[in-house]
């Protein structure tokens, strides 16, 4: 079991991304799904989910609704995004026509229309609201079924186009880290290294950042998603900094934690035992592994450490379209790790009034073991920085 960083080019262009045959895809997983309380298969699929359109379609618009029919998908949208729809749908090659609504009446009526044929159709309960559930059952006569995470599922293994995107946006990353990382010794606020992140991300060539970019020096370190504030960085501080960049769609996500000055023994000591799990996780994921076992090898070197009551969240998590997706890198799954996947390796610590730890790199899974697409560096030599006076 192997764990490969990949160097990436920031440079060169990307594939193109198509999204052809992924309709196939979700007819098929449908038909091997029931739902679980009336016993039915359904034949169709509605999808309101925007990120579970985009995958499907390449529509990246704000206003959508997705019928996967068993021979044709039909796009709803309103008269915002007509145009955009149909250039973005064929650039991707997707299999679907596209109904635009002008006004509120003529989208229930294109929903009755695109419904009305379908004998029983699929909702995933966690796309919809209570509300938007009766809306659809009230625009037609078909059974509705639930059916949970079917295109999620299938989004779980990522295309070579999509990990170019997610290599891209860890290269942007790690380009803005190295230059924000020694600005840390003039003594900026946590909001300041977060600025220089965000516009550094920018300038190599990110659409912007995956989430709020998180910088937490001293005791704020304690609190995993703590949010910037003028908290100035300071030397014995410990600082981590949670960053990710977004490009076409896609997310990167990494962690460092930087020992600024001269830290106590118990500080460097967190350090190195989280440094020590990471590693060890890093080496443990492999196509076949289940994700439960990465998390209890991350786990266990905290906890013989002593300090196992201070990780207080998951080893990990799935990333793609969005930053926290299937599959979840937690002591409970038992499903193996697929070749292919994108998640997160991650484990910290934390202790109120004094500060945390966290090192997250971002790997995709292979048959051999992972490759790392987060490359700055972990060295506890590359992050210990020296005050200026």
């Known amino acids: 079991m192997t764990a490969v960083v990949h160097h990436a080019d920031i440079s060169t262009p990307l594939p193109a991304l198509s999204v052809s045959g992924r309709d196939q895809l979700v007819r098929g ?28 379609t390449g529509f990246t618009g704000s206003a959508g609704t997705l019928v996967v029919h068993p021979d044709e998908m039909v796009l709803i949208t309103d008269g915002r995004y007509g145009e955009q729809a149909r250039h973005q749908l064929s650039a991707a090659g997707a299999a679907a026509r596209v109904v635009v609504g002008t006004s509120a009446t003529a989208l229930r009526e294109a929903m009755e229309r695109t419904l009305g044929p379908a004998g029983a159709v699929a909702i995933d309960p966690s796309e919809v609201t209570h509300a938007q559930f009766e809306t659809v059952r009230s625009q037609t ?48 606020t946590e909001r300041d290294v977060r600025d220089e992140l965000e516009y550094r991300m920018r300038r190599h060539g990110a659409d912007g950042p995956s989430y709020d970019t998180i910088v937490a020096t001293g005791p704020n370190g304690a609190r995993p998603h703590h949010r910037p504030t003028s908290a100035v960085i300071e030397e014995g501080h410990l600082v981590v900094i949670d960053v990710g960049a977004l490009v076409d769609g896609y997310h990167s996500d990494m962690t460092r934690t930087y020992l600024i000055g001269e830290v106590t023994p118990e500080l ?10 990471q590693l060890a996780g890093l080496a443990a994921v492999r196509a076949g592994v289940t994700a439960g076992d990465v998390d209890k090898v991350c786990r266990d070197i905290i ?39 994108v998640v997160t390796v991650e484990p910290g610590v934390y202790r109120e009034g004094l500060g945390g730890v966290r090192i997250e790199d971002l790997v995709v899974v292979t048959d051999t073991g992972c490759d790392i697409l987060t490359e700055s560096p972990k060295d506890i030599s590359c992050l210990q920085l020296a005050p200026t006076n």
Do not use: Y
């Open 29 to 56: 997983e449908l038909a091997q799904r029931k739902d679980p309380t009336a016993g039915v298969t359904a034949g169709s699929l509605l999808v309101f989910d925007l990120n579970n359109i985009r995958w499907l």
């Open 268 to 277: 460097r000591r967190m350090h190195d035992v989280v440094r020590e799990s």
């Open 141 to 188: 006569t078909a059974t509705l079924v639930a059916v949970s995470g079917v295109v999620q599922h299938l989004r779980r293994r990522k295309t070579p186009a999509e990990i170019a995107r997610m290599k891209r946006a860890s290269a942007c990353t790690d380009a803005a880290l190295a230059e924000v990382a020694p600005m840390m010794s003039a003594r900026p």
């Open 303 to 341: 906890a013989n450490a002593g300090l196992g009551a201070e990780f207080i969240h998951s080893t990990g998590h799935g990333v793609g379209l969005q930053i926290h997706e299937q599959p979840w890198v937690r002591t409970a799954m038992s499903e193996a790790l697929q070749s292919g996947e």
